[in-house]
């Protein structure tokens, strides 16, 4: 199944766009045991996952985040996360040269709850701005690993639950320049991470040759 994504700036610059809202990447739907609505990335996604750019783990404190490395505009990423339950924890997409527009994901272990914030991801007043959250009960558990997965193509960014639930947005970054990943803190403890992503490519569209036209034979 494909969704749809709203656009999340004002009209006047989706007009001048001269486009507004985009497809979703497809995802496979399926009811679990007490009727809740369970979505995932089709599997076939993964065909588009190119070499991988970054791998980490380790963990992170408040005063020192850690830089995991670049990823493209559009990537595929997977993380397991341990909170730190004094504040919250995950990851930062930083979209500008100097730091200043950035995409947060994090958990709060107090709420239970995953968040993606966009107060900060475009210094356009035209963007709507925000934080959406969803329920995540396992980040408010000690010493439960959360997964993650996120897929990001330019202006939208879908984040899954291992639970199957998900958040979807859309967010504006100003600049062309390289993008980089952060695990970051606020608590006073330290938050666990591991952390993999790849570039996504295009794949080419192979189409069968079509059979040569037959030459007419005379009897």
């Known amino acids: 199944m494909w969704g749809w994504a709203w656009e999340a700036r004002d ?47 380790g963990h992170v404190s408040r005063t020192e985040p850690v830089e995991l490395g670049q990823v493209s505009h559009t990537f595929d990423l997977t993380a397991t996360l341990v909170p730190d339950t004094t504040g919250t924890s995950g990851l930062r997409l930083i979209t500008s040269t100097d730091g200043s527009e950035y995409l947060d ?26 934080a959406y959250t969803a329920p995540c009960p396992a980040a408010a558990r000690l010493h439960t690993p959360v997964e993650l997965r996120v897929i990001v193509d330019r202006s939208i960014a879908e984040v899954y639950l291992a639970d199957e639930q998900v958040l979807t ?11 980089r990943l ?11 991470f591991a ?12 189409q069968e040759a079509e059979p040569a036209p037959r030459t007419a034979q005379r009897a």
């Open 105 to 130: 994901i994090s958990l709060d272990p107090t709420a239970g709850r995953l968040a993606v914030d966009r107060t900060h991801a475009s210094p356009d007043t035209r963007a709507r701005g925000g």
């Open 11 to 57: 009209d006047a610059w989706a007009h001048e766009a001269g486009w507004a809202g985009v497809l979703t990447l497809p995802r496979e739907v399926s009811l679990t045991a007490d009727g809740t609505v369970a979505q995932r990335p089709a599997r076939e996604l993964l065909a588009l996952r190119g070499p991988r750019v970054l791998y980490g783990t």
């Open 195 to 206: 952390v993999a992503a790849w570039n996504l490519t295009p794949q080419d569209i192979r």
């Open 182 to 192: 952060q695990a970051r803190t606020t608590g006073t403890g330290r938050s666990e």
């Open 169 to 179: 947005l859309r967010f504006y970054p100003s600049t062309d320049g390289p993008w």
